[in-house]
């Protein structure tokens, strides 16, 4: 598999079936509202229908530090109703859970399990209807993967948490989750680390408790030491079909450029088929064939789209919409939207008669480059850490279309391959088009960086307000060989 489902940072993707839709929840970090959820009908093609935080009573405001905020969900449905349980690490009082009847939303008010210190937590129920959260705990006197009977409607401990079973030996066991199947306890994790050396292991036991007997061809999925195109594979999640058949969706990455390579857009979420034999699943990662999608768009905000994300606090909180086909920004926060593409074209069409814009695409705070237009000039400026430079300027009035390009580097040195996974034009849009520089990608890649997430688009107020009239998005697949 080398195409993604969801494309664009979409990390630990769970999932879980309702009759023939299948409906699938990914982490959100600092961006607000937090886990998105998608629903589809063939687990390849997937629609975003809302997200499951969305009110600071679920997610309350913060400054929107990279890589803070909403880790791992997992997505269940029972007794009629969604479960959906994640972290919310700026917190401190463990897991929360919100629930609804209807997975666009609304979700409830949250309940948090306290004593649940740690991440990626799993819900799943036995035979005699009672809940079980499952995690990765960080508790000194508990660490490992843990496990207690809880009350999912209160966050209250039925019991006392355990340690089920910690992996295979490989570094970072997490993202464990637990399913019933022919008898079985079936505990799969996350190995490895969320890096080169990800993995998918899978033990199993009689009883909840364990003892667990882990799988004979562990780890069940890894692109570990190998060229294959995808890379970080790991975090898995499996559904089973409404066929009876079985499928597992898991986090990759697709890294370029020279060794040791660098991925740009986050880990996205890929879909594999899973079979079982001598009890076992075992994975057929080209079961599903997956065409690489046109996530093209033109957005003209005359209406609201879940698309578009803010870190710390949601869009609503510093835009406005004045008229239809103009959105007001004030100064705080950018307005973004994931990459989805290894290749791409935006474009910003942008009033700044009131005000200072930036139009970026970022990692973070820290690694991003942008054109910054004032009404006066257009400055192309780049951050990389601690350095902050606006490399060349052109004049330009207070109405402007600006462009960000993601472009295929062309190969160099003697073995004919690109240095950086890209490169990043910067433009000023007019009569005579301004290419103010072409930048490489490889300072707003996870490997420069560090973190979790991956590359957003959007505009910023820097100062006064300023109006956004259009925003047009273009999946470039022509200049991507693998496609």
């Known amino acids: 598999m080398t195409v993604p489902i969801v494309p664009g940072f979409h990390p630990d993707p769970s999932i879980c079936r309702v009759g023939d839709t299948y409906y699938l929840a990914n982490s959100s970090f600092e961006y607000v509202p937090g886990v998105p959820i998608r629903r589809s ?37 029972h007794d009629g109703r969604f479960h959906l349980i994640t972290t919310n ?46 995690w990765a705990s960080f508790r000194p006197d508990l660490p490992g993967i843990a496990s207690v009977p809880i009350d999912p409607g209160t966050g209250a401990m039925l019991g006392e948490p355990r340690l089920l079973w910690n992996g295979t030996g490989m570094a970072a ?28 292991t899978v033990a199993r036991a009689r009883a909840l408790e364990g003892p667990y007997e882990p799988a004979p061809a562990n780890p069940i999925l890894t692109h570990r030491s190998s060229t294959h195109p995808v890379q970080n594979t790991g975090h898995a999640d499996l559904v089973e079909c409404a066929d009876g058949s079985w499928a597992m969706v898991y986090l990759g990455v697709r890294p370029r450029g020279k060794t040791p ?11 594999a088929g899973v079979d079982w034999v001598d ?12 065409p690489p999608a046109d996530n093209s ?52 069409s942008l009033d700044v008669s009131r005000g200072t814009a930036a139009f970026v695409v970022r990692l973070d705070d820290r690694h991003w480059y942008g054109l910054i237009a004032d ?18 300027e052109v004049a330009a009035g207070p109405v402007v279309s600006l462009r960000i390009r993601a472009l295929r580097p062309d190969p160099s040195g003697p073995l004919h391959e690109a240095d950086e996974p890209d490169l990043l034009e910067l433009s000023v849009l007019g009569e005579e088009d301004r290419v ?11 490997e420069v960086a560090a973190g979790f997430t991956g590359r957003m688009i959007g505009v910023e107020a820097r100062a006064g307000t300023i109006a956004l009239r259009e925003f047009r998005y273009r999946s470039e697949h022509r200049q991507n060989l693998s496609s």
């Open 41 to 77: 009908t063939d687990l390849v093609s997937w629609e975003l229908i809302g997200h499951a935080l969305t009110r600071p009573g679920q997610l309350p405001p913060s400054e929107g530090a990279a890589n803070t905020g909403i880790f791992a969900p997992t997505l269940r449905h």
């Open 89 to 134: 690490i700026l917190e401190g009082r463990g897991h929360l859970i919100v629930t609804a009847a209807d997975p666009a939303g609304p979700w409830s008010d949250p309940v948090h399990v306290p004593g649940t210190d740690g991440i990626d937590p799993d819900l799943c129920w036995d035979d005699a209807g009672v809940c079980h959260l499952t």
């Open 173 to 200: 066991p997490e993202g464990p989750h637990l399913y019933r199947v022919d008898g079985w306890w079936y505990l799969l994790l996350a190995e490895g680390g969320t890096e080169r050396g990800h993995a998918v």
């Open 261 to 271: 390579q660098f991925h740009v857009n986050g880990r996205e979420t890929f879909l």
């Open 279 to 290: 009890g076992w699943p075992v994975v057929a990662e080209d079961r599903y064939p997956v």
């Open 297 to 348: 768009f033109t957005d003209d905000f005359a209406e609201p789209h879940p698309r578009w994300v803010a870190p710390g606090a949601g869009p609503e909180t510093f835009t406005r919409r004045a008229r239809p086909g103009e959105l007001v920004l004030t100064t705080g926060r950018p307005l973004l939207t994931r990459a989805l593409d290894e290749y791409w074209t935006a474009v910003a």
């Open 375 to 392: 009404g006066a000039k257009v400055a192309a400026t780049l951050a990389i850490g601690p350095v902050v430079q606006a490399v060349t």
């Open 436 to 446: 103010l520089g072409a930048f490489d990608g490889r300072y707003l890649s996870t």
